[in-house]
C-alpha cells in the first residue's frame, strides 16, 4: 500500500453508514405505523365488543364503545347500530416525525353469531 492510498476507503464507509443510517430511520418509521395500526385495531376490537355488550344489556352502545374506545387513546369515527350487532370505526394518533403524519383508522363488528 503506498502512502497515496491511505484513507482511500474512508469516503465509501461513510457513505456506505449513511446509507444504513437512513434505512434505520425508515423502518423505524414504518414500524411506528405497524404499532398504531395496532393499537388501533385493538381499540376498536374492543369498542365494539363493548358496544355490542351494551347493546344486549339495552343501553347505549355507541356511549360505551366511546367510552372504552377513550380508555385506549382512540377516538371513535363511526357507529353503526343494527338490531344487536355493532360496527366501530376508531382512529388513533399515529407517529409524528417530518413528512410522516399517520392517524391509523381500523373498523370491527361485534353482535351474535
Not at 339495552?58 to 367510552?67: E, I, M, Q
Not at 360496527?87 to 388513533?92: A, D, E, M, P, T
Amino acid at each position: 500500500m503506498s502512502a497515496d492510498d491511505r484513507g482511500s476507503a474512508t469516503v465509501p464507509a461513510v457513505a456506505f453508514l449513511g446509507v444504513l443510517l437512513l434505512l434505520g430511520v425508515a423502518l423505524g418509521a414504518v414500524a411506528a405505523v405497524v404499532v398504531a395500526h395496532r393499537s388501533a385495531q385493538s381499540a376498536a376490537d374492543l369498542a365494539a365488543l363493548a358496544a355490542a355488550t351494551a347493546l344486549a344489556e339495552g343501553g347505549d352502545g355507541c356511549g360505551a364503545a366511546a367510552s372504552v374506545a377513550g380508555a385506549n387513546d382512540a377516538e371513535v369515527t363511526r357507529c353503526v347500530l343494527s338490531g344487536r350487532e355493532a360496527r366501530i370505526s376508531v382512529r388513533v394518533a399515529g407517529p409524528r416525525w417530518r413528512m410522516l403524519d399517520v392517524d391509523p383508522e381500523a373498523e370491527a363488528r361485534a353482535g351474535p353469531a
